[in-house]
């Protein structure tokens, strides 16, 4: 990956990125690409009551409710499939090494996978969220659509430090924007005040949902390297911390693995299933593993 910035081209980025990770995926795929996405492009049919082997997220909980029992929606193959990024670009998603921050792979994941989309006729669009909803690029196709969504990407401002994010603003705004059902992909850290986890569920009773879910290492688990000065990257505050302290390390790992707990139980009851990148995994073997698993829980 390449740090990216205003002296980096999206066409230097795109081409970087058909050679050295979609020529991967084309080989390791086979162009299956549906291994992916679940819902490749399905509008609604009808409705019919709920059987045991149905897939629950497809209950449609308002006529249940005046029915008196489970209903599921049924919906066919549309050869379109409409695709949405919902960009998470707050001053946390800057953290990591220079090379390696979650911007980076946040940028590299989504020109990918909008490629690969557009590449079959589909049309993908954005959201950027930084202290609000601050940019819309609406659904397109074609390589040219790839292009504008990673320039857009690459001039988006690094916020100054500001209040925790919320992304419940962002999920409450995806789901008054986009009416027509939709993959939406959510590309995030998820570092957030809490209240995201009921949009998000809400919107994957719509849509086809993934989370993204973007980390560093160094935030599960401190180096022993003596004093340094830890910044929180949303707020800005700083202090200083003996990293020579086992028991220091010791609570800061306790709580990354409760906070990585509570993240899991979220995406789990929303019934969202969860891509995990981190800065320094290899793109092509993260998203091979995923469609692979995804497969399976398929099959």
């Given amino acids: 990956m390449s740090q990216p910035g205003h002296a980096l081209t999206p066409e230097r980025i795109l081409q970087r990125l058909d050679w050295q990770v979609i020529r991967r ?4 795929l086979q162009g299956d690409y549906r291994s992916l996405f679940y819902g490749f492009g399905l509008d609604f049919a009808d409705l019919r009551e709920y059987q045991p082997e149905d897939d629950i997220r497809y209950i449609d909980w308002n006529v249940t409710a005046r029915m008196n029992s489970p209903y599921v929606r049924q919906y066919v193959e549309d050869r379109e499939i409409t695709a949405w990024f919902l960009l998470d670009l707050s001053p946390s998603v800057d953290f990591g090494t220079v090379h390696n921050q979650k911007r980076t ?11 690969l989309l557009t590449r079959h006729g589909n049309r993908v669009g954005a959201m950027f969220y930084g202290r609000r909803i601050e940019h819309t690029i609406p659904p397109r196709g074609g390589r040219l659509q790839v292009l504008r969504l990673v320039n857009d990407l690459l001039r988006a401002p690094r ?3 500001a209040p925790f994010t919320n992304l419940a603003e962002l999920l409450y705004g ?4 986009i009416k027509k059902r939709s993959l939406v992909l959510i590309v995030s850290d998820f570092i957030s005040q809490p209240g995201w986890e009921k949009p998000l569920a809400l919107l994957n009773q719509r849509h086809e949902v993934l ?3 973007l980390w560093d290492p160094s935030e599960l688990e401190l180096p022993d390297i003596g004093l340094i000065v830890m910044e929180d990257a949303e707020t800005g505050e700083q202090m200083y911390v003996d990293t020579h302290d086992r028991q220091f390390r010791q609570r800061f790992r306790q709580a990354a693995v409760q906070r990585e707990a509570a993240l899991e139980a979220a995406f ?7 891509l995990s990148l981190s800065t320094g995994d290899d793109l092509v073997r993260a998203i091979v593993r995923f469609a ?4 399976q829980r398929r099959h």
């Fill in 105 to 115: 792979m946040l940028i590299d994941f989504t020109a990918t996978i909008a490629r």
């Fill in 211 to 213: 989370a993204v879910r």
């Fill in 159 to 161: 916020l100054p430090q």
């Fill in 174 to 177: 995806a789901m008054g924007a």
């Fill in 25 to 28: 995926l084309d080989g390791l």
């Fill in 268 to 274: 789990k009851k929303a019934g969202v299933d969860v």
């Fill in 292 to 295: 692979t698993l995804r497969q």
